[in-house]
Every structure is written in C-alpha cells, then in structure tokens.
C-alpha cells in the first residue's frame, strides 16, 4: 500500500476486482508532476497479473499530435 494513498489503491483494487468479474470501469489518474501518478499506475499494474496490460510513455515533443501516444500503445497489439 502506498503511504497516504490508501483511498487511490483501494479504488484501483476494486477497479480490477470488477474487472475481473466482467464489469467494465475506468479510473482517470491526473495531476500536477510530483504527486505520485506513475507510483499509483506502478500499484495497478503488480496487481493486474490476470490481465493484459498495454501502457506507454508520453513525450513531450508529440504532445501536439493527437492520440500519438496511443498510437505508440495499440501499435503492437495490431501485430
């Protein structure tokens, strides 16, 4: 559990739990650089071990093309 983000963790492990039972959720994790987005996706993903998990990596330099990050994501799944 990540400290003081008890709440966070426990929203995420429903979301899987629901998940994993057929029930389709989504969760919008955002913020300010800093506060723990990428500790809180890190959490989901060890405990996402049934699933399938495609992430990727945003760059700055392609914030101005639209869906280039998911582009980079659903790329390899095409194959």
């Known amino acids: 559990m990540l400290v003081g983000r008890e709440d966070e ?7 899987l739990r629901d998940a994993a039972r057929g029930t389709s ?3 919008v994790i955002r913020g300010d650089a800093g506060m723990g987005k990428t500790a809180l996706l ?8 049934s699933f ?4 990727t990596t ?4 392609e914030s101005e093309l639209a869906f280039g990050a998911l582009i980079g994501m659903v790329r390899p ?3």
């Open 9 to 15: 963790c426990r929203q995420i492990t429903r979301l």
């Open 25 to 27: 959720r989504s969760l």
């Open 42 to 49: 890190d959490f989901a993903r060890t405990r996402a071990k």
């Open 52 to 55: 399938q998990v495609a992430a």
């Open 58 to 61: 945003g760059v700055e330099s």
């Open 77 to 79: 799944l095409a194959r």
